[in-house]
Nanobody, 121 residues
Framework: QVQLVESGGGLVQPGGSLRLSCTASGSIFSIDAMGWSRQVPGKQRELVATITSGGWTNYADSVKGRFTITIDNAKNTVYLNMNSLKPEDTAVYYC???????????????WGQGTQVTVSS
C-alpha cells in the first residue's frame, strides 16, 4: 500500500555533509510522521530522527546539532541533512513512515530498503 524510496547516500569525508531524501507513495491519506534509522551490519538498528507532519522533531543524542530532519508534506518527502559527519555515522540509513491510508483511514507503518552512507578518509 505504501512504498518508501530513499536516495542521497554515498561516500563522504569526515566533517563533510550529505542530504538523504525519502519519498512515500501509495494510498496515503495523510502522514502522521516520518523518520530515519540506521544500522551497521551485526548491530541493532538505531533511531536517528523523527518528524511529525506538523514539524515536531526528535533526534538521537548522537546526532543532535549535526543532523536536521525536515518534511515536505505536499511531496510526501522527508529529508535528513547530515553535517559534520563522523566515521561512526557510517551505516545503512532507512526511512520509515507512519501514515493514514485511504480509504479505510487506518494507520500503517512502512520502511524503506535503505541507502548506504559511508564516512571515511
Amino acid at each position: 500500500q505504501v512504498q518508501l524510496v530513499e536516495s542521497g547516500g554515498g561516500l563522504v569525508q569526515p566533517g563533510g555533509s550529505l542530504r538523504l531524501s525519502c519519498t512515500a507513495s501509495g494510498s496515503i491519506f495523510s502522514i502522521d510522521a516520518m523518520g530515519w534509522s540506521r544500522q551497521v551490519p551485526g548491530k541493532q538498528r538505531e533511531l536517528v530522527a523523527t518528524i511529525t507532519s506538523g514539524g515536531w522533531t526528535n533526534y538521537a543524542d548522537s546526532v543532535k546539532g549535526r543532523f536536521t530532519i525536515t518534511i515536505d508534506n505536499a511531496k510526501n518527502t522527508v529529508y535528513l541533512n547530515m553535517n559534520s559527519l563522523k566515521p561512526e555515522d557510517t551505516a545503512v540509513y532507512y526511512c520509515n513512515s507512519a501514515v493514514v491510508v485511504t480509504p479505510t483511514r487506518s494507520k500503517y507503518m512502512s520502511w524503506g530498503q535503505g541507502t548506504q552512507v559511508t564516512v571515511s578518509s
